[in-house]
């Protein structure tokens, strides 16, 4: 096992130990209180832990549109790569890419006058 998986690991099991701590000493009853008269009691660290849920479900829900535009695009720009032969790609941007700038000197700065 490498170093920074123990590292790993240990982390884990700290934020497990902390945040079950938090949990046991949130355990008094809280009130929510609802529009039509409803009141419901349960303890702080459950009404905590359903409101995070409830959250990281709607964030992921927010980024569902996005991620499947993302896809169609990826899938339209494979089946364009597909459709074209390898000879019609153009090889230039990636040889311009590697090779050396000509070297040049920076051009002079003028003097600092009085």
């Known amino acids: 096992m ?4 123990i590292i790993s690991w ?3 099991a ?8 938090f949990a046991l000493k949130n355990t008094d009853l809280v009130a929510l209180h609802f529009y039509p008269d409803q009141t419901w009691q349960l303890p702080l ?14 964030g992921v829900v927010a980024c569902l549109g996005k991620l499947f535009a993302q896809r169609r695009e990826i899938l339209a720009l494979k089946k ?10 153009d090889r230039r941007p990636t040889e311009e890419l590697h090779r050396r700038p000509t070297e040049q000197a920076p051009p ?5 006058g009085p």
Do not use: H, K, Q, S
């Open 108 to 112: 002079a700065l003028p003097a600092p």
């Open 2 to 5: 490498t170093f920074l998986r």
């Open 80 to 89: 364009e790569l597909r459709r074209r032969p390898t000879e019609e790609l």
């Open 10 to 12: 240990l982390l884990r």
């Open 45 to 58: 660290i459950l009404a905590l832990l359903a409101f995070f849920a409830v959250g990281a479900a709607l």
């Open 14 to 21: 700290l934020l497990f130990v902390a945040l079950l701590m």
